[in-house]
């Protein structure tokens, strides 16, 4: 295990991030304590040190089950967890990005975390209705209350955090440093603004479902062996999970890939994100040998042409501005022939 610097900050976080949405069984799924127990310790074993929950997750068994784990040793841990979902039925101020809630919010992750103060506060979704402002100057009260030492911002245009960023910059707030955003071979889109503005701002990245659902591990791709029974069980759950002829054709050549080398399709999977421009993976599992699987993706990287063949079979059309912008006509006429003389870093 590595670390990085997350962001534009000197906060150090494992190069793989250990997510907890499947800490409880409280929504149904998921694992018990002991099994959560089992799956933080191997984490912890392989040097992780990047904790992900939420305010909601498992109706705050996630917090609980964590606050439990860290407590013998909180200093190790970087403990980021998440407010803005509504966590009271409906009640009208008990979800939101105001600073009702985020106040609200924090005091009780800090009770069910049993800790004093949180190392990364995300701002979970954007509700379109709280002033940006508002948010930001909240923000930074909990930061100078020291009950929140750094912010970041998940599930949000990009537009709005440049925004919001810029207005703490000049107004000497605290500012994002991480960027939470769903991002995998099957889900390329925030290539079009949100990671080109993260690189801009000099903001962390991590990426939740980097397996896209469990795409990218196969098990929905039809295997030649299965039973009429097997197979009808498969396609009720690609319609289950709108899985596309796509995300089919992508998850076959990572199987291919990791084939070809020995290793499981997940490792695959989650190196290519590793491998761009140092995103961070947020791995989570009901069971400890899946963490164990993917954690052992940290055993070796893909080469140039493993990492092209699964550019090609995952590409987007990054859409209006940005392919007009690249096409050879505007090329031609912002720069009259003369680009290839350009020795440009900020490509």
């Known amino acids: 295990m590595r670390y990085k610097l997350l962001g534009k900050s000197g906060l150090r976080v494992s190069e793989l991030c250990l997510g907890t949405m499947t800490f409880g069984e409280d929504w149904g799924w998921g694992s018990d304590y002991e099994e959560s127990r089992k799956v933080f310790d191997a984490f912890a074993q392989a040097g992780g040190n990047f ?25 190790k841990w970087v403990v980021a967890t998440k407010y803005s979902l509504n966590t009271g ?34 701002l979970h979704a954007w509700d379109f209705t709280t002033p940006v402002e508002e948010v930001m100057r ?31 910059s000049l107004r000497g707030w605290t500012s994002f440093i991480g960027l939470q955003i769903e991002y995998s071979l099957r889900e390329r889109t925030p290539e079009r603004d949100l990671l080109p503005m993260a690189s801009a701002l000099e903001i962390g990245v991590t990426a939740w479902s980097p397996l896209g659902g469990g795409v990218l591990t196969g098990k929905y791709n039809k295997n030649p062996q299965e039973t009429a029974a097997s197979e009808s069980k498969r396609l009720e ?34 190196n290519w994100l590793r491998q761009k421009g140092g995103i961070i993976p947020i791995i989570g599992s009901r069971k400890v040998k899946q963490v164990e699987e ?15 063949r699964l550019d090609e079979v995952s590409a987007i059309f990054l859409g209006f501005p940005h392919d007009f912008l690249k ?15 350009i020795d440009n870093p900020r490509k």
């Open 138 to 168: 909240s923000f930074d009260d909990l930061v100078r209350a020291g009950k929140v030492l750094y912010i970041g911002i998940s599930d949000t245009p990009a537009w709005i955090i440049s925004q919001a960023n810029t207005i703490a």
């Open 237 to 270: 759950s690609l319609e289950g999970m709108k899985v596309s002829d796509r995300d089919l054709t992508i998850a076959e050549e990572v199987v291919k890939i990791a084939a070809e080398i020995g290793r499981a399709p997940s490792q695959v999977a989650l």
């Open 89 to 122: 039925n409906g009640e009208v101020n008990a979800g939101g990005n105001h600073r009702k809630n985020m106040v609200q919010a924090v005091e009780a992750s800090l009770k069910r975390l049993q800790v004093d103060y949180i190392d990364l506060l995300w």
């Open 51 to 75: 904790i992900d929950t939420a305010n909601l997750y498992t109706n705050g068994t996630s917090e609980k089950y964590l606050g439990d784990f860290i407590a013998a040793d909180r200093a």
């Open 294 to 308: 993917n954690i052992a993706c940290l055993e070796f990287e893909l080469t140039p042409e493993q990492m092209q």
């Open 327 to 341: 096409s050879s006509m505007v090329q031609d006429f912002a720069f009259g022939g003369s680009l290839k003389l």
